[in-house]
């Protein structure tokens, strides 16, 4: 990535005259409001910012969580999309809340301290949530407001989330194929997942042991016949009985190539 920028770098007063961040830091986010596109984020990793301010990769990184701590940058990685990192602004267009107020503040009014913990990004938890379950049985959402939205906001309290918990918490629900509708009709839905009650239980892991295969008896591969060729073993499908060839030493894990049933060493 070899671009940079060419826009103007926007750096709010509320983020100048911060006394908790590095003066670099200050720079850098203007930097990330340069790159930013209309929507409000950005990909660029620590290493572009590296070669571009010629610091290194670990610098960069405080500036970042100075940045992130502060409430004036949030990190959203998609683990889906190789560990792709987005940089969400939190500036006027995608307002954080709490910090709005702040942003429009002259310098010479004091600068409130408490904005990290008050600070609920409502656009970047709808546009998580529809990217996360994009193309699943999960319906994605139009909009968060009215009872949804004072809902999540006292969950976030609550548990005195950031965004990234609510990251972890999507993810959570994605692992497990009871919520996700993947064993029967029913799946969750935004407003389900966002219940007190609900919410208790998948954060305890309830439905994350739904996941777990029931235990059966482990074969050894050695079990099943080696061919003729001395590199594959032959096994039945356990649900059509139809025999092949898999490979000698993971014959034992394989599903059946037929109907991705166990095998077994004997036609049954
Ligand atoms: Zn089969």
Not at 49 to 72: D, I, P
Not at 130 to 147: A, L, R
Not at 201 to 217: M, R
């Amino acid at each position: 990535m070899e671009i940079k920028s060419s826009y103007y770098a926007i750096i709010p007063a509320i983020v100048r005259y911060n006394e908790n961040i590095p003066p670099n830091a200050k720079l850098l986010y203007g930097e990330i409001t340069a790159l930013c596109n209309k929507k409000g984020y950005c990909y660029a990793s620590n290493k572009y910012f590296a070669k571009l301010y010629s610091v290194s990769n670990n610098t960069v990184s405080n500036w970042v969580s100075s940045l992130v701590s502060e409430g004036f940058i949030r990190i959203f990685v998609n683990q889906e999309d190789g560990n792709q990192r987005k940089i969400w602004l939190s500036s006027k267009e995608f307002p954080v809340e709490g910090l709005q107020e702040n942003l429009d503040t002259s310098p010479k009014k004091p600068v409130q301290n408490n904005t990290k913990n008050n600070t609920i990004n409502i656009t970047l938890i709808h546009t998580m949530w529809n990217d996360k379950f994009k193309g699943t049985n999960v319906p994605t959402i139009i909009s968060i407001n009215g009872n949804r939205k004072t809902h999540l906001m006292k969950r976030f309290k609550e548990n005195k989330w950031t965004i990234e918990d609510w990251g972890t918490y999507l993810n959570k629900i994605k692992k497990s194929k009871f919520l996700m509708g993947e064993e029967t009709s029913w799946s969750v839905t935004f407003d389900w997942v966002i219940n007190p009650t609900n919410m208790t239980k998948i954060l305890e892991g309830n439905y994350e042991k739904e996941n777990k295969q029931p235990t059966k008896p482990k074969l050894h591969f050695s079990e099943f016949k080696l061919d003729a060729t001395g590199n594959a073993r032959m096994g039945y499908c356990t649900k059509c009985n139809t025999s092949d060839f898999y490979d000698q030493f993971k014959i034992a894990g394989e599903d059946s190539r037929c109907c991705n049933a166990d095998l077994t060493p004997n036609r049954r």
